[in-house]
């Protein structure tokens, strides 16, 4: 799977465990997505993905570097995908 992919199948994940917000947005913890069987099966290095989806400007979260234990409660937000504009 290539970082494209990976980034793709988070989106997927965080719309999964997360919890939507009034904009449109998700929010979820890095614990929860961590400790989620699903994800540790399809995510080898999921802090990697976080790192490649946050340079991407699809998530959002406090910090460089996740780690489990330490960071568990640091809430990731997958934006909202912006409207379509019509012309």
């Known amino acids: 799977m290539n970082v494209e992919e990976e980034v793709e199948r988070l989106k997927e ?9 009034p904009d449109g947005s998700y929010k979820v913890t890095f614990g929860v997505l961590f400790n989620d069987d699903r994800c540790a099966n399809i995510f080898e290095a999921l802090v990697g993905t976080l790192r490649a989806a946050k340079k991407r400007k699809v998530v959002a979260y ?7 234990g330490v960071h568990d409660n640091v809430e ?3 934006k909202a995908k912006p409207a379509e504009s019509s012309n």
């Open 13 to 21: 994940e965080i719309q999964r465990l997360g919890h939507i917000q």
């Open 62 to 68: 406090d910090g460089e570097l996740l780690l489990q």
């Open 76 to 78: 990731i937000t997958l």
